[in-house]
């Protein structure tokens, strides 16, 4: 659903426009709110900080068309603004363009234009609100976003516009590159780093191309996050897939010491918390799953063995019918009463 701010004086086009858009307004795709000026709808960004689009007059009283547009980018800078005015001059228009306006409609409106114009708003803005939800959760904000929205990132708005936090059902795979440890001695550093760095394309890799989110790297183990449809299918193809990928990898020989490439993955899957989870004070966030689902899948790769994928009997009961599972014993694990029966995926 897009959210719109229309901002005009005149009392009767709140009434047309709810009239004309009734039927997207009845459907969820369009929610509108309504101010009288300027100043009003400066209070009604800050009120609504996932507004969308706003759709403004020039000529109103206490604060102007023009002028909303210079305060726009301070208030927030991811709205995108339409000018509907009867003041269709040239002047008017290139003032509005340059005080950052996304286009120009003239009075009396065309509702078929005003609506085609305001998908291709929406589209833009809500490719932009996803493109900025990428750069934060990989951490490279400073390398593409501008000055005003990196300020804005550390406003209360941003984070409840774009990183709203949620409860979701969804995947947890911990994988662990197992005895990497064993070589660190014997190996040049940077030979290590190449080597795991290669290992890890691998394994990335494979998570995208099932739709999966790396979380984070820690150590020599990568946290990935599946959501949506089949996310649990999807992680434990992307597995089997890494694993079968690893197999064909040569051993590396280091002194006495060999190393094989293997992997040992624990795999859980229910519901869990969604959120910029960290430090506010020192701006080191990180937009992350966490819950009793997201410990187990970590507990469930520290029990399983080189090769191993290792999931609860729970999620053996969601995968039974479409991968091939072997009893794999019961673990006290850490935080759990009682032992955790397990299950191995073996295809």
Do not use: W
Not at 142 to 147: A, G, I, L, R, T
Not at 255 to 264: A, L, R
Not at 296 to 307: D, H, I, P, S
């Amino acid at each position: 659903m897009a959210k719109i701010l229309v901002v005009d004086d005149e009392a009767d086009l709140e009434i047309l426009v709810k009239q004309k858009f009734r039927k997207k307004i009845r459907e969820n795709v369009y929610h509108f709110i309504f101010a009288q000026n300027g100043e009003e709808a400066l209070q009604k960004v800050k009120e609504h900080p996932d507004v969308d689009i706003i759709l403004s007059d020039i000529n109103m009283p206490v604060m102007d068309g023009l002028t909303l547009l210079s305060r726009l980018p301070e208030a927030n800078p991811l709205i995108k603004a339409v000018v509907v005015s009867a003041y269709g001059d040239m002047q008017n228009i290139r003032t509005a363009m340059n005080r950052g306006a996304f286009d120009f409609i003239c009075k009396p409106v065309d509702f078929e234009d005003l609506d085609v114009t305001m998908e291709k708003t929406i589209t833009y803005v809500k490719q932009m609100q996803e493109t900025l939800r990428a750069i934060k959760e990989n951490n490279i904000l400073k390398m593409y976003v501008d000055e005003n929205v990196l300020n804005f990132m550390s406003h209360k708005e941003f984070e409840d516009t774009l990183m709203k936090n949620e409860i979701l059902q969804a995947t947890v795979m911990f994988i662990d590159v197992c005895g990497f440890t064993s070589i660190t001695e014997h190996v040049p550093a940077n030979t290590i780093v190449n080597l795991l760095n290669g290992l890890f394309d691998k394994v990335v890799k494979e998570i995208i191309a099932q739709g999966g989110h790396v979380d984070k790297f820690m150590g020599d183990a990568v946290m990935a996050v599946f959501r949506g449809e089949f996310h649990l299918d999807r992680a434990i193809d992307t597995a089997l897939a890494v694993k079968a990928q690893l197999s064909n990898e040569p051993e590396i020989s280091a002194g006495d010491k060999t190393f094989k490439p293997e992997i040992s993955v624990g795999i859980n899957s229910g519901e869990m918390l969604s959120g910029n989870i960290g430090s506010a004070s020192l701006r080191r966030l990180d937009y992350t799953v966490i819950g009793d689902a997201v410990n187990l899948a970590q507990r469930l790769q520290t029990v399983a063995k080189a090769g191993q994928i290792i999931i609860t009997e729970d999620v053996y009961k969601q995968a039974k019918e479409s991968f091939k599972c072997s009893i794999n014993g019961e673990f006290i694990l850490k935080n759990k009463l009682k032992p955790v029966n397990t299950y191995e995926v073996i295809e």
